[in-house]
């Protein structure tokens, strides 16, 4: 099936930093993507929809000034968490509609573990 | 979307057949049953999708009940390696692609 990359798989900061999250589609063009996040032993909550070129569109009780996101090209939408705390640690997760006749299914990337101290 | 009911869990012995249901009662007509899995610390991984008739690919078939208010994820000879949370959700098929995901079903195969 189509892949979706994510990058960095986990990453560590200090409460107070800003920490970037990168979600690509490799070899397939991506206009929506979504962003999930996911806590110890619960089920994926959607956070936002990720559209190329446009505004994204946050969930209810999704902060969008915390969560940046932007979906600058085809390929590569990115998630921005601003003045991250520890409440803020999960596992975060894009996924990206697949390509031609895969375009019903859903992909998602690896996912990425944000810690923060 | 409609609403579905998985058990929290499930043992498999490795080699047999592993039979998940899921029970998706107020589906409608043009609602879609997916199902995901998502192995420990990893993303989701897409199985299967189907409507009314059942599906078989190279990972599982699906088995759609005829009213279609309950769905059977079969995994033909289950190993070490599918033990995971397996999601079925049910969705239209659409420009909306958003899924729902609930709690889903910990597959534990066992050897």
């Known amino acids: 099936g189509a892949v979706v990359s994510q990058h960095p798989s986990w990453v560590i900061c200090k409460s107070g930093t800003s920490v970037k999250i990168e979600c690509r589609s490799l070899?397939?063009?991506?206009?929506?993507m979504f962003w999930y996040r996911q806590f110890p032993k619960q089920s994926l909550m959607l956070m936002a929809t990720s559209n190329e070129g446009s505004k994204a569109t946050y969930e209810q009780g999704v902060e969008k000034d915390k969560f940046l996101i932007n979906h600058a090209s085809l390929t590569l939408s990115t998630l921005t968490v601003t003045s991250a705390h520890p409440e803020d640690s999960s596992f975060y997760i894009c996924?990206?509609?697949?390509?031609?006749?895969?375009?019903?299914?859903?992909?998602f990337g690896e996912g990425s573990r944000l810690t923060v101290l | 979307d409609a609403k579905t009911t998985q058990p929290p869990s499930m043992d498999c012995a490795e080699g047999r057949a592993a039979n998940l249901p899921c029970n998706h009662s107020?589906?409608?007509?043009?609602?879609?049953v997916y199902w995901y899995r998502q192995i420990h610390s990893q993303g989701p991984q897409y199985i299967i999708h189907?409507?009314?008739n059942n599906e078989t690919n190279e990972m599982a078939s699906l088995i759609i009940t005829e009213d279609r208010k309950s769905s059977t994820l079969i995994l033909p000879h289950a190993t070490l390696r599918d033990t995971a949370v397996y999601y079925c959700i049910v969705r239209k098929r659409g420009s909306n692609y958003k899924l729902t995901f609930g709690k889903g079903t910990l597959l534990t195969v066992n050897p």
């Open positions: 996924s990206a509609r697949g390509p031609g006749g895969q375009a019903g299914e859903l992909f």
């Open positions: 107020t589906i409608s007509g043009n609602e879609y």
């Open positions: 189907g409507l009314k």
């Open positions: 070899d397939f063009q991506a206009t929506t």
